[in-house]
């Protein structure tokens, strides 16, 4: 403290030092050229030295220069020299003059090299406010905000040590620099970080030397306000998407409990209906009725674990919790196997299949995928007439991408629903003609873009077509070429 | 006459424990239940079961804990039980240990199949093993290493004949991919799948009437393949 007093103090000695000793210098060259320059010149050239020590060591040296050049002036160039004294009224007039004169200039020169500072500096706030808004603008967690308002504290203030305190109920600390504990003394500065509904923490800075100024503090107060708003804004925004969440698993629910009397209790009544009736003796246990009672029931079984493991992935994927496990897949034996499992579902359609033998392998979860060509089969079932033709063509586009066309002989859909049918819940037909959740065409989306691909449906001459493409590479990679051994056993 | 064999049931759902206690007794095995982990442990260790269904999900531990706990000691077949999407835990399952896995809600001749495999295997491991499997038109002779579909000899790469005499020694059980390819390709490929999947189309291509829908070689989505026999 006392070590950076003495350097200003220094520098302030300097400043009157120099301004003497260039008013000195000044002196010296008009000395010499006394004889040839008129006295009104020299005072002006006094004056430009006056002028010029204001501007670089400002108004103290001015002054002093000033009085010294009036001294000066007086003592070598009005006749009589050497004196004090002054005979001519006139050059009264010229030292009464030039003494005003460059006190006035001193005094201008001087305050506006101090406006001048003040701006500098207040430029210099502004900037780094506007640097750390810039950057705070763009974040969206706590912790990374407390970060950068950390760093940013320390190398504007270039403190010993700085801990940012956040969070009431949960406190969180940061200290910088990284690794350090804070000084056994108090802070030399404490400032809450406060927001419109109570504090959110606390800036504290250790700082003995220099002293913290009140322009520092005021600047740290704006950094402060403006962490606030940010973390404040923060919170509100994590506050507006849960609250969207909760709306949209509300939305959800309520779609499931008005579908559930149909969905969920059709498939019941059947089974129900069914084993009562065999459970009395009203069936004859050879007759046909009762091997079509039993098929009944597991078919409709099979519907509700179809109907629960729909809405199952569909709180999933709400949940953000299907995460894709992406391995290297063969196309073909993914539908091969979907087949295999819908043989009773497909059994009233014709299945043609066009997969290029040589497709490059692709990176999908086969669970998943499995789940896609199953929904786009079962609705292709649904919607197209019995013995109608049901096709799944896969199609290399470039090096990138793979498409797969699932078209069946389907009724088209009208324009501006095209894209509808994958939302949640939606449904062209009324609800009690076709069943299902309204849920499976919204799963193929979510799993499909969980892929990085993409899905719609298009109307065809005599066609009705789903389109999904997926993505080749898995990150970054391409496909893998096995080498085909020869050697045989 | 042979004692009944004697299944050991672990579940926690009531229901299922009922289902299963007078199915299984009415197709004559000899059944114990549990409902916790902990009680299944003591039961296997005191009544020594031929055979145990274990449910996954269990409220005092992991099933795939009770699963490791049981095979410090015993070779017994375990067949897993679990929901619909957890591959996961069925692979973690398979890979501590256990025998097979169903996924409920499953058909009960699915169940009773995997039974019969499951205490077949552990007869065989106890007796000499059988070289040589026919089924349908398909012939392999583990111990001459050959091959014939109709009678003709079936011409096959070494990965290939190693992936399907694996398959075949294990035949009627599930195995996960990692199992398959530590066996087949060595533990510093367990990962790769895409090997698996490309051997596992040619052998297909090679044996099965029709590759895309496979009668021997069955896929088990997400977690490994099966070789079955016609029964």
């Not at chain 1, 970060?147 to 600390?173: K, R, W």
């Not at chain 2, 002779?141 to 294990?170: F, I, M, P, Q």
Request: charged share 20%; hydrophobic share 40%; net charge negative.
């Amino acid at each position: 403290m006392a070590n950076m007093n003495t350097s200003s103090f220094y520098r302030k000695i300097s400043g009157y030092v120099l301004a003497v000793t260039l008013v000195a210098a000044t002196t010296i060259i008009l000395y010499f050229l006394r004889d040839t320059l008129d006295k009104t010149l020299v005072a002006l050239l006094y004056m430009l030295s006056v002028g010029l020590i204001t501007n670089l060591w400002g108004l103290g040296p001015g002054i002093i220069a000033a009085l010294s050049s009036f001294l000066s002036l007086n003592y070598f160039f009005i006749i009589p020299f050497y004196t004090f004294t002054v005979h001519q009224p006139i050059d009264l007039v010229i030292l009464m003059v030039f003494l005003i004169v460059s006190m006035v200039i001193s005094q201008l020169v001087g305050s506006a090299r101090l406006g001048m500072a003040k701006a500098k500096a207040r430029e210099w706030d502004a900037t780094q406010l506007y640097e750390l808004s810039t950057i705070l603008v763009g974040l969206h967690n706590e912790l990374v905000i407390c970060q950068v308002l950390a760093d940013h504290i320390q190398t504007t203030f270039q403190g010993e040590c700085i801990e940012l305190e956040i969070g009431i109920t949960q406190p969180q600390t940061l200290i910088l620099p990284a690794n350090s504990s804070t000084p056994d003394r108090l802070p030399e500065l404490r400032l809450p970080i406060q927001a419109a509904h109570g504090p959110l923490g606390e800036i504290r800075l250790w700082r003995l030397t220099p002293v913290i100024s009140s322009i520092e503090k005021r600047l740290l107060q704006t950094f402060a306000s403006q962490g606030a708003l940010v973390l404040e804004r923060e919170r509100l925004a994590q506050i507006e998407s849960r609250t969207r969440i909760l709306e949209e698993s509300d939305k959800l629910k309520t779609a499931i409990l008005s579908s559930d009397s149909h969905e969920l209790r059709t498939p019941l009544a059947t089974i129900k209906a069914s084993i009562s009736s065999l459970r009395s003796n009203e069936v004859n246990w050879d007759s046909n009725a009762r091997t079509e009672l039993i098929a009944l029931i597991e078919d409709e079984s099979d519907h509700l674990e179809l109907v629960v493991g729909n809405l199952l992935d569909m709180s999933r994927l709400e949940a953000g919790a299907l995460q894709p496990r992406r391995d290297w897949n063969i196309l073909s034996e993914i539908v091969g196997e979907v087949l295999v499992r819908m043989r009773r579902q497909t059994s009233d359609h014709k299945i043609e299949t066009d997969i290029p033998d040589d497709l490059p392998l692709v990176p999908v979860d086969y669970v998943q995928m499995i789940q896609v060509f199953t929904n786009l089969l079962s609705n292709s079932i649904k919607y197209s007439p019995p013995n109608s033709v049901i096709r799944i063509k896969a199609i290399e586009q470039d090096d990138m991408t793979l498409q797969v066309r699932i078209s069946n002989q389907g009724p088209h859909v009208p324009k501006e629903d095209l894209e509808r049918i994958f939302d949640k819940f939606y449904r062209i037909t009324a609800a009690d003609r076709v069943t299902g959740t309204g849920l499976g065409l919204s799963i193929c989306k979510g799993i499909i873009e969980a892929h990085d691909g993409k899905i719609w449906a298009e109307n065809q001459p005599g066609n009705f077509v789903f389109n999904f493409t997926l993505p080749f590479y898995l990150n970054g990679s391409p496909p893998p070429q096995l080498p085909i051994e020869m050697d045989q056993v | 006459m042979n004692a009944p064999p004697h299944i050991l049931v672990i579940d926690d759902e009531p229901q299922i424990l009922r289902a299963l206690r007078t199915i299984l007794t009415e197709k004559e095995f000899k059944v114990t239940t549990a409902s916790r982990g902990e009680e299944g442990l003591t039961l296997a260790a005191t009544s020594l079961p031929d055979l145990i269904i274990l449910d996954l999900g269990l409220p005092d531990m992991d099933g795939v804990e009770v699963c490791v706990r049981l095979r410090e000691w015993t070779e017994c077949p375990i067949i897993v039980l679990s929901v619909r999407d957890s591959e996961r835990d069925k692979v973690a399952a398979l890979d501590k240990g256990a025998d097979d896995y169903l996924t409920k809600p499953f058909g009960i001749e699915e169940l009773l199949a995997r039974v019969r495999v499951a205490l077949r295997h552990s007869a065989r491991k106890n007796g000499s093993p059988v070289n040589m499997v026919i089924t349908g038109a398909l012939q392999i002779d583990l111990s001459w290493h050959s091959v014939t579909l109709a009678g003709e000899e079936v011409k096959l790469s070494a990965h290939e004949y190693n992936l399907l005499a694996y398959l075949v020694s294990n035949r009627g059980r599930v195995l996960t991919h990692r199992s398959i390819l530590t066996h087949v390709w060595g533990p510093e490929d367990a990962d790769h799948t895409e090997y698996l999947r490309v051997y596992m189309r040619q052998l297909r291509k090679k044996l099965e009437e029709d590759p895309e829908h496979p009668h021997y070689l069955l896929t088990e989505p997400g977690v490994g393949y099966r070789f079955i026999e016609d029964e």
